[in-house]
């Protein structure tokens, strides 16, 4: 774990004044898969979860490595609900309550990318934080702007990974890759989609689980370098 850190830490402690070796530029990309839960996250929850986030990348010096930052937003489950609205300055009765349980991902990462041509492999280590968070929004017709958002429960795991990718160039400044990330995530406490319940009244309830988060995921994108 500590080396780790120091391999993500100095570089970002580094100049970037360096002169850089042509051709290994940064990227900037977006990425949408699945992330699928294991260890045991996947005994506790066990769902895949549809994925999207992107990264990005700029040179580091002489060296073919890369500094850069990955985000990854999964969809582990929502619930949407018809409630009675009692603003007297609207005209409607009713509006639509959208409870939704998510995890966000921040990692900075370090990149080994040794390759200049069209097709290049990388390697990434991150570290950084998970969030599981549920936020419940209240909507009705004819209004811009949600007319309330509470945020139900709340929770973070440090986390550790790495990342394996390949790019392939398209034309002169665009790629698509695949890409897998691997997470090894601390305990956290995250509401149960499936428990979601929401009374007459517009009330939301709902029971919470307690875990490890652990997970892989898998994912393609688009990007462009520069």
């Keep these: 774990m500590r080396t780790l850190q120091l391999l993500l830490i100095v570089p970002f402690t580094a100049t970037f004044a360096t002169a850089q070796i042509p051709g290994f530029q940064g990227n900037l990309g977006g990425t949408v898969g699945i992330s699928v839960p294991t260890g045991e996250f996947a005994d506790t929850w066990g769902k895949n979860m549809f994925t999207f986030g992107g990264q990005f990348a700029v040179p580091m010096g ?72 549920t936020l419940s929004t209240v909507s009705v017709d004819g209004l811009e702007n949600s007319l309330s958002r509470e945020r139900n429960a709340n929770d973070f ?16 400044i665009g790629y698509i890759e695949a890409r897998v990330e691997r997470f090894n995530s601390g305990n956290a406490t995250y509401v149960d989609p499936n428990s979601i319940a929401v009374d007459a009244a517009g009330n939301v309830g709902f029971n919470t689980l307690n875990s490890n988060t652990d997970a892989v995921n898998v994912l393609l994108g688009i990007g462009l370098r520069f």
């Design 62 to 133: 002489l060296l073919p490595l890369q500094g850069g930052f990955a985000f990854d937003y999964s969809v582990m489950g929502r619930s949407v609900s018809t409630v009675p609205v009692s603003d007297p300055a609207l005209t409607a009765s009713e509006g639509s309550l959208a409870v939704r349980a998510k995890v966000l991902s921040y990692h900075p990462l370090l990149r080994l990318s040794p390759l200049k041509g069209k097709v290049r492999p990388y390697v990434d280590g991150m570290i950084g934080l998970r969030q599981f968070t």
């Design 157 to 172: 795991a440090f986390s550790t990974g790495w990342a394996a990718g390949l790019m392939v160039g398209l034309g002169g």
